[in-house]
């Protein structure tokens, strides 16, 4: 199984500040590397797939980057609404994992 | 809209069994795996296991090999997965979630199933 690295675990930002969450894996994944968000008590939303495509509705302040074994999640203004868990998967290979999920919230 | 709804919350004793449901709508049933990711209170998420719903082929994570089955109805547009022998780690939210390749992106989940194993 490939393993997924996500840092931090969690942070603590301001509404307005630039946001970015770092996934590493275990082996080079190519590209297949997804985001969702989560808020309590909610599924998982699919916020960016294949490194930088960006989900129908997502609003353009989420961004992702990265190939090989390098990712990166950025939140370009923090809103009110992006408090939430986000968490990277990989689909390069059998089974999918995911990463342990970084927790944004408010400073 | 395309929407996945699931059954509602089960409390089960060890040993004991559970079937969670999960029903699309909205779009062609056929076009999509189902996959199914649990969520232990607290922590992150998990991959389950996989099912094709044409022919009703199913690959399963590991750890979940011979205590989770996966069906499937194609009339009803549903899937169903069954966690056998239960035990009080098995307490989870389970999430049914679309993909269009196997393996794939995730791109429409349930609204998720409590399951709590408690004697």
């Known amino acids: 199984d490939i393993q997924m690295t996500q840092s931090p675990s969690s942070l603590s930002a301001s509404v307005g500040d630039r946001v970015t969450i770092t996934c590493r894996a275990r082996?080079?994944?190519?590209?297949?590397l997804n985001w969702y968000q989560q808020k309590p008590g909610k599924a998982p939303k699919l916020l960016v797939y294949?490194?930088?495509s960006l989900q129908s509705g997502v609003p353009s302040r989420f961004s992702g980057s990265g190939s090989g074994t390098d990712f990166t999640l950025t939140i370009s203004s923090l809103q009110p609404e992006d408090f939430a868990t986000y968490y990277c998967?990989?689909?390069?290979?059998?089974?999918?994992?995911f990463g342990g999920g970084t927790k944004v919230e408010i400073k | 809209q395309v929407q996945l709804v699931q059954s509602g919350a089960e409390v089960k004793k060890p040993g004991a069994s559970v079937k969670v449901s999960c029903q699309a709508s909205g779009y062609t049933f056929t076009n999509y795996f189902m996959n199914w990711v649990r969520q232990a209170p607290g922590q992150g998420l998990e991959w389950v296991g996989i099912i094709n719903p044409v022919g009703g082929s199913t690959d399963y994570a590991q750890k979940f090999q011979g205590r989770v089955t996966m069906t499937r109805d194609t009339s009803t547009s549903t899937v169903y997965m069954e966690a056998s022998s239960l035990r009080s780690e098995d307490t989870a939210v389970y999430y049914c979630?679309?993909?269009?390749?196997?393996?794939?992106?995730?791109?429409?989940w349930g609204q998720g199933t409590m399951v709590t194993v408690s004697s």
């Open positions: 082996q080079t994944i190519i590209n297949s």
């Open positions: 979630a679309r993909s269009r390749t196997n393996p794939g992106v995730f791109d429409i």
């Open positions: 998967q990989q689909t390069f290979s059998a089974p999918v994992t």
């Open positions: 294949n490194a930088y």
